[in-house]
């Protein structure tokens, strides 16, 4: 089965800082994504990256970048240069059935 | 606009009396699927569909029934609803399985 975990219920950063939110995951397909989703106070679902498994160059999306370790199947999200309106609660998911994690909840502090 | 619709945005019920959450999506996909969003565990599958008159179990189907007649729809039944279904609702499609999905609103129900 598959299986997302977040072991980071909270975090908290200052803002213009760097952050990183980990993520494992378990899958038995040879071909999937794995994605990162935000989900601000207004529970709106917004894609924030998304990493194709075949691809070993780890996917950027301007401040957003992950670490991509597929034989530890681990997939963490940086967030440089946080700002105020990147606090919001954070997703990991794998693709295929789309299976999230429990999910971090990320504090940016002024 | 390509988007996916739920309704009710917000539904206050009582135990025992049957409701439908109502799911679009005008983007012709293929892939939809129920989640709900409980604190601390996250979204959870409910059912997902592959296609028109395909669908299956999620991790926690129990208490829910689906249907997709048409590619566009995806309703969300409950026969009884109990109170240990109140819960944040999310509807998703994507044009496959493997491929980012795009949410509805949510639902945010409570079963009283």
């Known amino acids: 089965a598959q299986t997302v975990t977040q072991s980071q219920p909270e975090m908290s950063v200052q803002e213009a800082e760097t952050v990183t939110l980990s993520c494992t995951y378990d899958?038995?397909?040879?071909?999937?994504?794995l994605f990162w989703y935000k989900q601000p106070p207004s529970r709106q679902m917004i894609l924030v990256i998304r990493?194709?498994?075949?691809?070993?160059q780890n996917a950027t999306e301007n401040r957003f970048s992950v670490n991509f370790q597929k034989a530890a199947k681990s997939f963490s999200l940086k967030i440089s240069d946080s700002q105020l309106g990147d606090t919001a609660m954070y997703f990991c998911?794998?693709?295929?059935?789309?299976?999230f994690g429990q999910g971090t909840e990320l504090s940016v502090k002024p | 606009e390509a988007q996916v619709t739920q309704n009710p945005r917000y539904l206050i019920t009582v135990t025992g009396k049957k409701l439908t959450v109502t799911c679009s999506q005008n983007?012709?996909?293929?892939?939809m699927s129920w989640y709900r969003q409980d604190p601390g565990l996250g979204l959870r599958q409910i059912y997902y569909?592959?296609?028109?008159?395909?669908?299956d179990k999620g991790d926690v189907p129990e208490g829910y029934k689906v249907s997709r007649k048409e590619k566009r729809n995806f309703p969300l039944i409950l026969e009884s609803p109990s109170p240990n279904q109140t819960s944040l609702y999310f509807c998703?499609?994507?044009?496959?399985?493997?491929?980012?999905?795009?949410f509805g609103q949510g639902t945010r129900l409570t079963v009283v």
């Open positions: 998703a499609s994507s044009p496959r399985g493997r491929t980012e999905a795009f």
């Open positions: 983007m012709n996909h293929e892939y």
């Open positions: 990493q194709e498994a075949y691809k070993q």
């Open positions: 899958t038995s397909e040879n071909n999937y994504y």
């Open positions: 998911a794998s693709g295929g059935k789309l299976i």
């Open positions: 569909s592959m296609n028109v008159e395909v669908t």
